[in-house]
């Protein structure tokens, strides 16, 4: 069984640019999440999906971030325009849907420079 | 919101030693309580869990305690391997409500000496 698959691996760009991550989760996964891990920190949680419904996106700084479920499987998450903080790694995970048996991709590494 | 402290921030150990991580949670209503791994360039893996109705889970190597009343939660590696050496991540989360966000510690880099 494939895990939570991410892409790109990893991404540079200059500030002021917008920048997609593309998440695909565990099948049958109903729940997914986007999470943020700063350089020497534990993951902070963006955003999370129920299905195609977004129930928890106090995290995510509206203004320049936004995200989509579309058929309730894969995900995009988005910047636009990109700033200095933003350099971190944004992980992806799934699960059931019960809370339990979360799975996390493999990260995007972003650098903004 | 709930808040997870963990520590040390960093442990060496000598191969064959144990190593012990430590946790401590806020929110009372917290009853999962995962541990992850995360290698360098990779996302975090679970390793062990351990659910609120538990005091302790063992897997091979690897054991879990809670404490429910102290708010505290340790993870335990016994003889360690240098393959061990990675960061460890401790996490809470209220999983009887529905918010099932993780709440995750800073993190503990664990090095394992040959």
């Known amino acids: 069984e494939a895990g939570v698959v991410q892409s790109p691996r990893y991404k540079i760009i200059e500030k002021k640019q917008p920048v997609a991550f593309w998440c695909n989760p565990i099948?049958?996964?109903?729940?997914l999440y986007w999470y943020r891990q700063n350089l020497g920190q534990g993951p902070e949680l963006l955003i999370r999906?129920?299905?195609?419904?977004?129930?928890?996106d106090s995290q995510l700084p509206k203004d320049r971030f936004s995200a989509e479920r579309l058929k309730g499987v894969d995900s995009t998450l988005k910047i636009q325009p990109a700033e200095l903080g933003d350099s971190a790694v944004y992980l992806c995970a799934s699960s059931p849907g019960t809370g339990y048996g979360y799975t996390f991709g493999s990260g995007t590494r972003l650098t903004v420079v | 919101g709930e808040n997870v402290e963990q520590h040390p921030s960093t442990l060496s150990v000598q191969e064959g030693d144990s190593a012990v991580i430590k946790c401590t949670y806020s929110?009372?209503?917290?009853?999962?309580f995962p541990w992850y791994k995360q290698e360098l360039g990779k996302g975090p893996q679970l390793i062990i869990d351990i659910r609120s109705n538990v005091g302790e889970k063992k897997d091979q190597r690897i054991a879990v305690t809670l404490n429910k009343t102290a708010k505290h939660f340790s993870l335990h590696i016994t003889e360690t391997q240098p393959e061990d050496s990675a960061v460890y991540f401790c996490a809470a989360v209220d999983s009887g409500g529905s918010n099932y966000k993780l709440t995750f510690g800073k993190g503990t880099l664990l090095t394992v000496n040959p």
């Open positions: 999906y129920e299905n195609e419904e977004a129930v928890d």
């Open positions: 929110d009372s209503a917290s009853n999962y």
């Open positions: 099948s049958g996964h109903n729940t």
